[in-house]
Structures are given as structure tokens and as C-alpha cells.
């Protein structure tokens, strides 16, 4: 199974600032994904992070505010921008391994806006 | 989330047998997954089906009826490890995307 890691792990943040988030996978992976999981919900895809093309944006969120890089296949970044309150929540990267019949969780980054 | 409902919350005895389930909006559908997710930590990767039947993996078994857009997961033998909260989620559209449910939060209790 792919090994992925994120950082950082967490912050805490002004409001007004933003934050770049990475994450790094251990193998090539074809599709990468962003998700956001606020306080006592389930997970909200963000955007799917293709490489060498734009990112693909859900419903609900705009590159302005959450801009992604996708430089290669082991890589990609989440920006933050403009933080409030309201942005507090996990962000989590996956990937996807279809042939393997499975998509894997990098461990997450906790987000705190003051 | 995006018509996949499942239990809110559930509760089972120690060493018991528990069934959760799930269903989905079964357009565009690419494969069903379940995930369990105990408090502060990242989702776990459980099961994945994407053709009818029971697919069973040590204690835990998942069922797909891909005809009436309905799964299951069977917890068997519980231990209190097992109090989490799980995930389905639907796969999707080219990219294989996924769409969580709201989750099931598990209680097992001696």
C-alpha cells in the first residue's frame, strides 16, 4: 500500500493568512485528492489534483480560495488562502489505487483559525 | 452526503455481531467503500466492492446490491477496539472520486 505523509501535521493560524499543506506519496499515483473533514462531519471532496493539468473543483470551492499544485506523481500542495474561522477542519490528501481496489488517507492536517 | 445515507449512530454488546448499512444513489456508480475512522485519526481503509455479492476479510464482511443501491457492513466477533466511526462512500464519475455518507458512529460496549 501506498505510504503518504503530510505536512504539517497541524497549526494553528490567523485569520487573514494561508497555509500551503503537502502532501508526499512513497510511489507514482495517477490521481490525488483533497478533502476536508470539519469538526464532527464526514469527509467533503475539495478537488481532484491531476498532474499537469488544473485541479478539479466540487461543488462549493473555488481555486482562488484553495489553490493546488500537482508538480508530479508523488507530489501535490492545498493552499489555505484567506483563512477565517470558518476554515477550521482536518485536510486530508488520498490516492488512488485502482489497481489495487483501494484509495489510502495521508494522515491529515488539523487546522485551527483564530 | 449526496443522497448516501446511513445510521447515524449505533451501539452493540462485546463479542457480538453488528450490521451497518447503506444506501446510495446508484447513478454513475464505480465501486462502494467502507472506511473506519476512530476519533483524531485519519480514515482506514476497510473494503471495496464494486460487483454484487459478499466480500469478507477476517472479522469484517461488506455486501453490495449494486440493483437496489444498498450495502452492508458486518462487523462479527466486536471488540471494543471496534468503536469508531464508519464511512461509506461512493465512488464516482471518471476520476474515481469519492463521496462519504455522514458516517455511523460504533459504541461497543462490555
Known amino acids: 500500500s501506498a505510504v503518504i505523509s503530510q505536512k504539517p501535521s497541524r497549526d494553528i493560524c490567523q485569520r487573514g493568512t494561508s497555509l500551503t499543506i503537502q502532501c508526499q506519496v512513497d510511489?507514482?499515483?495517477?490521481?490525488m485528492f483533497w478533502y476536508r473533514q470539519q469538526p464532527g462531519q464526514s469527509l467533503t471532496l475539495i478537488a481532484t489534483?491531476?498532474?499537469?493539468?488544473?485541479?478539479?473543483?466540487e461543488s462549493g470551492f473555488v481555486i482562488d480560495k484553495f489553490p493546488i499544485s500537482r508538480p508530479n506523481l508523488t507530489f501535490s500542495t492545498l493552499t489555505v488562502s484567506n483563512m477565517s474561522p470558518e476554515d477550521s477542519s482536518i485536510y486530508l490528501c488520498?490516492?488512488?489505487?485502482?489497481?489495487?481496489?483501494?484509495?489510502?488517507f495521508g494522515p491529515g492536517t488539523r487546522l485551527l483559525v483564530l | 452526503g449526496q443522497n448516501i445515507d446511513q445510521p447515524t449512530e449505533m451501539t452493540a454488546t462485546e463479542g457480538a455481531i453488528v450490521q451497518i448499512n447503506c444506501t446510495y444513489q446508484?447513478?454513475?456508480?464505480?465501486?462502494l467503500f467502507w472506511y473506519q475512522q476512530h476519533a483524531g485519526e485519519a480514515p482506514t481503509f476497510l473494503s471495496y466492492?464494486?460487483?454484487?455479492g459478499l466480500e469478507e476479510k477476517g472479522r469484517f464482511s461488506s455486501f453490495l446490491s449494486r440493483s437496489k443501491g444498498y450495502s452492508y457492513l458486518l462487523l462479527k466477533e466486536l471488540q471494543m477496539k471496534d468503536s469508531a466511526s464508519y464511512l461509506c462512500?461512493?465512488?464516482?464519475?471518471?476520476?474515481?472520486?469519492?463521496?462519504f455518507g455522514a458516517g455511523t458512529r460504533l459504541a461497543v460496549h462490555p
Open positions: 488520498s490516492v488512488d489505487q485502482t489497481s489495487l481496489k483501494t484509495q489510502y
Open positions: 510511489s507514482q499515483v495517477t490521481m
Open positions: 489534483a491531476n498532474q499537469g493539468s488544473e485541479a478539479t473543483y
Open positions: 446508484t447513478s454513475g456508480f464505480n465501486g
Open positions: 466492492n464494486v460487483l454484487d
Open positions: 462512500a461512493r465512488m464516482s464519475g471518471g476520476y474515481n472520486k469519492l463521496i
